[in-house]
């Protein structure tokens, strides 16, 4: 039988909080490999901080590798080429460790300790867990119409519409988790109905004509991480077979993640993308010539 990943925590509503499983006999196992008495199942939306190491392993487990395949180990972001190689995460220019990483392989003999540490913990853990139910990926299009919580203040009957350009409501109140099932603010939602009625009737046009004979273009394609995509690039990645058209960056705040108002060109139709800056893309940028001739066709 299969065990299903959860979150484990020593308090009920607060403290830090594992991902895990529960063996035989409810006995508590964490991904990161910390062991303390008292560990139980908590609750999704409880206000716990996430273990970091946990956080890591998560995005390991639950990520799809690349499409364009990655190398075993990478040199640390600005890095030189003697600097210790990094495992890095599935899918992201992120180290095992947490460094941002290079898009580049790296022939450094000496491993990071920290990334060796967690890839010992995580293959003891998977041999001690055995087969797992992974839940998704984290989702790479945002439900536009989702409500949220404002920020401490919980278990509140109005929810409210989150603006990604600036990371808060529209009506201008701090934000902290999705709060399905709410009713919606009146401000907020007069304000994203104005701002939905304008993608549909400006941006989705002419995103549409830009995005005509994208296949017979110039163009340049390269990987590179979320937090480097432009307005005008496609791109793709693990885990979502869409080809994404970027039509505005939204949001590239220093340390959260990158917002994006993407066309989806499968589905036709716009949509609000949350991504990690390190994401690995595959990115499609125009290039300087015009439309390729037939016989690169």
Known sequence: ??????RLAIGRTSGTVHYGVLLDGAQPLAACGTRAPGLQPVGETTAHTLCQGCTRAWLIITTAPHPGGEPDFRPAAGAGKSAAAHRPIPGHLLGYCGKPLDDRPSTARRVCANCS???????????????LTLPGGEPCHV????????KGRGNLVIGHHRDAATGTAYCGQML????????????CRRRWEEAEVLRQIQTLPRIRQETTGWQDRARETFDDVAA??????AYTLSGCAQRHHVAHVLGRGGMGPTELLVYLTGEDRLSEVRLRRERLVAVERPGPGGPRASSEL
């Open 228 to 233: 480097a995509l432009e307005p005008g690039d």
């Open 117 to 131: 540490a967690l890839d010992t913990v995580l293959d003891r853990f998977r041999r001690t867990a055995g087969e």
């Open 143 to 150: 439900d536009d119409a989702l409500l949220w919580a404002p």
């Open 176 to 187: 902290e988790r999705p709060h399905p099932g709410a009713q919606a603010c009146t401000a």
């Open 1 to 6: 039988m299969s065990l299903s990943l959860i």
